[in-house]
């Protein structure tokens, strides 16, 4: 078995492993030490030209095979990742930060998501219409859009490449793919196990770059008939603008303000160690983050110190260590968080625990090695619902806390917020869990768990400023397909 390594300073084009044009490169470092862990190509205008020129050549041939043969090609994708999931974990782990083990689960997601769609390529129909009289017949087919062109983020790489990438190619089209340019390697590291199960050349395309340079020139090409984003609002919003000019369809995920909506009789032992790491998970670097805490007044000042004793007991560390929880990305992703940490005492929130740099505290239970950007687990209570903290994703260890009184003041707290992404609701009480699952605005519910674990092909779906998607599941492919309707009269010959 091939060990999976990527070329230095090189993008997937073509099929093939090719520096960029201008031979420009960019460093990818460890947040835990700021050391550099290899160059990758630094994509420019040229490079996406070749990239959807390649993608353009392909389509006609892979929109034309059978949806069991793109079947097959996804599955052999998805039993190659998992025969290399540690070097994959490895990969993201490394390039991101986050613990060994949190890599490794989210190589195990990527791959059951291709496999997923292994499944549904050949499952996609469309649909035969009634008609006003005999001798007529109607039916849609769902047709791919050709080139799409998929933008993510860093922080769950292998993820949301294998949630965007595999239901675009199960549906017949052609894939540009432009990962972060601060977590590039598992993307890479797919697209080269994707290459060795034999998707044809050109079927999908890696660039790497960065956003400003080669993601704006990707979402703007006349090239690219979709385009999938997931990333910050603010970038959704130029993305969106860019697809204007084109008149291209956008399908975005953007950021979130979750909140874990916490009754005085929900299970606590169960409720307090998920909220905690639906906080921690991943530096707090998730869209989905819980990151807002409302919790019944009558238990409000218990579960507080619950939380802040299992926040304080979160472990630090480098990738390799796999401990709890790694750095934050980056120096400016560093800064950001800290600038809300300052500022949330003088908005008047109370802090509980936590507050600031955790460098010394990382370098001392992790054997003397980490320098990066780690910030301690934090709880702020009391936080003022005006407040930037309460307002705005904040992308870090940082929890806002909140009481209320009530089941109606609880559901107008939780859809307080310009986010919609998930709420998760804590209680034993199966008419409430159902009223605020019914009552509140975002894409995606769970109750007395945190988030989807355990359903399969769940609808990554959003609302208000996060987006609007159907990712995750079926609806996934229709995503990447568009309707064509035929009428036919049937003539008496
Ligand atoms: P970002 O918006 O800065 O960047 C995302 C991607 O867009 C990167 O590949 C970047 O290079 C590219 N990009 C930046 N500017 C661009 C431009 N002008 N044109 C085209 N491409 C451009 O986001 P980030 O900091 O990498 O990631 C964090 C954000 O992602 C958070 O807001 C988080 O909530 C969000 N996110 C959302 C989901 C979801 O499913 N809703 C999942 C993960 C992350």
């Known amino acids: 078995m091939a060990e999976l ?27 835990a030490t700021g050391q550099t862990i290899q160059a990758v190509a630094r994509a420019g205008r040229a490079d996406v030209d070749d990239a959807v020129a390649a993608a353009r050549r392909a389509f006609p041939g892979w929109a034309a095979t059978s949806p069991s043969e793109r079947g097959a090609l996804l599955r052999r994708w998805a039993e190659l990742i998992g025969r290399h999931v540690e070097e ?40 035969t219409l009634p008609t006003r009289s005999p001798g007529y017949l109607g039916y849609t087919v769902q047709e791919p859009y050709g080139v799409c062109a998929v933008v993510i983020p860093w922080n769950v790489p292998s993820v949301l490449t294998a949630a965007n990438v595999a239901p675009a190619l199960a549906a017949g089209n052609t894939v540009v793919l432009k990962p972060s340019e601060v977590a590039p390697l598992a993307p890479l590291a797919l697209a080269e196990l994707a290459r060795r199960a034999g998707f044809p050349p050109g079927v999908l395309n890696v660039l790497t770059g960065e956003g400003a340079e080669a993601g704006a020139a990707l979402t703007s090409h006349p090239g690219v008939n979709h385009i999938s984003f997931v990333g ?18 956008v399908k975005l995920e953007l950021g979130g303000k979750s909140p874990n909506v916490l009754f005085a009789d929900a299970d606590m032992d169960v409720a307090i160690p998920a909220i905690v790491g639906s906080i921690t998970e991943n530096a707090g670097q998730n869209c989905y983050a819980g ?58 929130a ?44 904040v992308f870090g260890p940082v929890l806002a806390v909140q009481a209320f009184s009530g089941t109606a003041q609880a ?45 399969i092909g769940f609808p990554f779906n959003m609302q208000k400023d996060s987006g609007f998607s159907r990712g995750g599941g079926h609806g996934a492919m229709r995503e990447y397909t568009q309707e064509k309707a035929v009428a036919i009269r049937l003539l008496d010959r």
């Open 291 to 348: 990151s807002r805490l409302l919790v019944e007044a009558s238990v409000k000042d218990e579960v507080v110190e619950r939380i802040a004793a299992a926040m304080r007991a979160v472990r630090l560390g480098p990738w390799d260590a796999d401990l709890d929880m790694g750095p934050l990305i980056s120096a400016a992703q560093y800064r950001r968080v800290l600038g809300f940490l300052e500022e949330a005492p003088r908005q008047g």
């Open 5 to 31: 390594l990527i070329p230095p300073a090189q993008q997937l084009i073509d099929g093939e492993w090719a520096p960029a044009r201008d031979k420009g490169e960019l460093p990818v470092t460890d947040p």
């Open 350 to 393: 109370r802090l509980v625990t936590g507050g600031g740099p955790a460098r010394e505290w990382a370098r001392e239970r992790a054997g003397g090695r980490p320098d990066g950007w780690f910030v301690e687990p934090t709880v702020f209570d009391d936080v003022d619902p005006g407040s930037r903290l309460y307002r705005e994703e």
């Open 232 to 249: 910050s609002t603010t970038t959704g919003r130029a993305i969106m603008r860019a697809a204007a000019e084109n008149l291209v369809p």
């Open 88 to 127: 994959l974990a490895a990969h993201e782990a490394r390039d991101v930060g986050k613990p060994l083990s949190g890599g490794r689960m989210n190589g195990y997601i990527a791959q059951s998501i291709v496999d997923y769609f292994a499944g549904a390529a050949d499952k996609l129909t469309g649909v």
């Open 411 to 455: 559901v107008e707290m939780m859809n307080d917020t310009d986010f919609g992404l998930l709420a998760c609701v804590w209680t034993n009480d199966v008419s409430r869990a159902l009223r605020l699952a019914g009552e509140v605005r975002s894409g995606q519910v769970s109750v007395n768990q945190f988030a989807d674990a355990g359903v």
